[in-house]
């Protein structure tokens, strides 16, 4: 049967205050002032125990006391301990004297006031040292584990991205463009041959790293659009703004070249007359901002029912590399033209911090 954490919780609060009590009982009985009134009082001071450190656990969880630092917890537990400590022997003191089971005078000397409150206090400490352990090995593992699958699904994206941009059909497209440039022009062959293995030699690099700076990507860009323009000629037109400060920026690889590869796609390559594919690139405030605007239309449906690697995937991306601190956006700019926004950290990406 599989145990929820309430039950797992309460049978470790019964079960400690449980076992406290008697080995304080066994312990006390070997003293020849042992009377057996003393029984009760060890049984009230593990009920009064589990209620108290009840209540202490239900402040920690409503104040957040799980989320803070280190540094923040440690001040917090040694007062909470003193006064938890103090409060259970002022309860515990009530008891024996309402039920005289010991006289103020036997119970009330300061010596042994303090050193009572001290002992209580410290079972309060190792009580919070063992419930914030165990908070802190669950999410220690809770961590791995999420950084395990970040890790599994960047290299997913990042394998996608690879099959993605070397598939058949645009190196088919390439190569029977480029085979045409041979008798016709082949200064402009070989040209385009240096920016086919140039492509081809950034995407294979993809395989080793997480991020690029946006210079390189824009380069690859360029190429690309260039390969394309031998095939579309005159119906592909271009332009690639960015700025100094723009170009340091790490981003993911290939996150504007598949944009701009839908672009193509779904835009430019539908229309009769062809259109103009536009990217630029600055930073704002610390972030990042990309804008793509591209000849066609867009259609809300193609968000929502993609299932390949385009839009949807990019989304996903964007929100497993930064997530809150990105946004991405696109829509129709009007009746034939596309523009497509990208805001992200221009520090590079989020790696999640843990605080126990």
């Known amino acids: 049967m599989n145990l929820t954490r309430n039950w797992i919780y309460w049978i470790s609060q019964f079960s400690g205050w449980t076992l406290f009590v008697l080995l ?16 009760y009082s060890w049984i009230f001071l593990g009920i009064a125990g589990i209620s108290v450190s009840h209540l202490y656990r239900n402040f920690i969880k409503k104040n957040g006391w799980k989320n803070l630092p280190l540094k923040s917890i440690v001040p917090r ?4 301990s003193v006064l938890l400590g103090s409060f259970l022997f002022a309860l515990i003191f009530l008891f024996n004297i309402s039920f005289k089971i010991v006289s103020i005078e036997e119970y009330g000397k300061i010596g042994g006031v303090i050193a009572r409150i001290v002992n209580l206090s410290s079972l309060f400490l190792f009580w919070s040292v063992l419930y914030f352990s165990v908070h802190y090995l669950e999410n220690y593992k809770k961590a791995e584990i999420e950084s395990l699958i970040f890790e599994a699904a960047v290299k997913d994206f ?5 099959k993605a ?14 085979r045409a440039l041979i008798e016709e022009d082949p200064e402009a062959a070989k040209n385009a041959v240096t920016k086919l293995s140039n492509l081809m030699r950034y995407t294979l690099k993809i395989e080793r790293t997480e991020t690029v700076p946006l210079a390189e990507e ?21 332009k690639i703004i960015t700025t100094a400060e723009a170009d340091r920026v790490e981003i993911p690889p290939m996150m504007i070249q598949t944009l701009v590869e839908n672009g193509i796609k779904h835009g430019i390559s539908k229309s009769t007359s062809g259109g103009v594919i536009e990217i630029n690139c600055s930073v704002i405030s610390d972030k990042l901002k990309i804008i793509i605007i591209n000849t066609g239309s867009f259609n809300e449906e193609q968000l ?10 990019t989304v996903q991306r964007l929100n497993l590399l930064y997530g809150d601190e990105s946004s991405f956006s696109i829509k129709n700019l009007n009746h034939n033209q596309v523009i497509t926004e990208i805001i992200i950290p221009s520090g590079g990406i989020k790696h999640e911090s843990f605080n126990y």
């Open 24 to 39: 304080n009982v066994i312990i006390s009985s070997t003293f020849e002032e042992f009377k057996t009134e003393y029984i």
């Open 77 to 80: 537990v040694l007062l909470a």
């Open 158 to 162: 990042e394998l996608k991205t690879l």
């Open 165 to 178: 941009q070397l598939n058949p059909h645009f190196i088919f497209n390439a190569m029977n463009s480029i």
């Open 218 to 238: 824009l380069r690859t860009i360029q190429d690309y659009l260039d390969l394309e323009k031998v095939r579309f000629e005159e119906r592909l037109n271009y």
């Open 304 to 313: 929502k029912n993609s299932k390949g690697f385009g839009v949807s995937n």
